[in-house]
């Protein structure tokens, strides 16, 4: 029992920040455009993660594109700026979307 009670919450200290990420991604409006894992008005998380696997300069670029928007990159329609967003929150949302699989 006792092991069973630690195996659990190992789990959800492993999930949580995923699940916090998402939370932040959810408040600063991200989902409205954006899904995990199907394409909305923008793309998906998931080919986002897939399209800057191994980019070393991915996660500053991006953050700079959460927070200012950008256009071009997935098609014609532009991603507006975010001003909601500051540069610790921008960084974290795109290390966890960087993190999917």
């Known amino acids: 029992m006792k092991r069973a009670l ?13 699940m ?19 394409k909305l008005v923008g793309p998906s998380y998931k080919d986002v993660a897939k399209k800057y696997a191994g980019d070393a300069k991915a996660a500053d670029m991006l953050a700079t594109k959460v927070m200012k928007g950008g256009s071009g990159v997935w098609g014609a329609i ?13 960084k974290k949302l795109v290390t966890w979307v960087l993190g999917l699989k």
């Open 6 to 18: 630690l195996i659990m919450a190992a789990a959800a200290a492993v999930s949580a920040p995923a």
């Open 20 to 38: 916090a990420d998402e939370a932040l991604a959810k408040s600063k409006n991200c989902m409205a455009c954006h899904a995990v894992d199907k």
């Open 78 to 90: 532009p991603m507006p700026a975010n001003p909601q967003v500051n540069a610790a929150e921008a």
